[in-house]
């Protein structure tokens, strides 16, 4: 079946340091999907993109849909503590949402 | 706008057992999609519901089954409970047949089998 294969694992950085995470797959996506999950709550969704070579902010994060398709990637610029969390990407393959394993973010100040 | 809600938020049962998780979509969403997540894990789609129907199904067994309701809430039914179903429940929901495939998650029940 389809899998993403999300990197770092983790991530252990200074505060105002810039971060960034990718996702690829061995299959094409039509969407992509990032999401933020803390301790005890559902993901939450940060970012979406529709087209290849899309680039989309909101506010410090930054992603971008690959122009094959198959991988993208998220920058977070000058982290704060508040970013703490797991960071999943996932694409839309028909029906069914496929997720990263997730990269785990912990910010030092 | 309400979010997604989910009940309950924690839920303890024994190997065997059955168990009932529900859902009240978002707004406007129309199509319910129920996943598991496992510890130190990415969640994994158990299946979709639009129009009452499931319409779509991950790599599960068929003692998870579901229901939708005409008010697009939905149920997650499992049976015959295992040790290894022991995970965060979650659903999400959005509006099907559109171009926005943004799907929005609720909270999760998080049960634990013993």
């Known amino acids: 079946g389809q899998q993403l294969n999300q990197s770092p694992q983790s991530m252990f950085i200074q505060e105002g340091e810039d971060v960034s995470m990718n996702c690829t797959s061995s299959s094409i996506f039509n969407t992509w999907l990032w999401y933020k999950q803390e301790p005890g709550e559902g993901p939450v969704l940060l970012i979406a993109l529709y087209k290849a070579g899309e680039l989309t902010s909101n506010g410090r994060l930054t992603a971008q849909f690959g122009i094959t398709r198959k991988d993208s990637f998220l920058n977070i610029s000058a982290s704060i503590p508040s970013d703490v969390g797991i960071y999943f990407c996932a694409g839309f393959h028909g029906n069914k949402l496929v997720f990263g394993a997730g990269t785990i973010l912990r910010v030092k100040s | 706008e309400t979010g997604v809600t989910q009940s309950p938020t924690h839920l303890i049962k024994t190997r065997g057992q059955q168990v009932t998780l529900r859902c009240s979509s978002q707004s406007g969403h129309n199509t319910v999609s129920w996943y598991q997540q496992a510890l130190g894990q990415g969640p994994q789609f158990i299946f979709q519901?639009?129009?009452?129907?499931?319409?779509g199904r991950g790599n599960f067994p068929p003692r998870f089954s579901g229901l939708q309701f005409p008010n697009y809430s939905s149920e997650l039914n499992v049976n015959a409970l295992e040790l290894d179903d022991s995970a965060l429940y979650l659903c999400a929901s959005r509006r099907r047949l559109s171009e926005d495939n943004e799907q929005f998650f609720g909270p999760g029940t998080r049960l634990t089998v013993l």
């Open positions: 519901y639009y129009r009452e129907e499931e319409n």
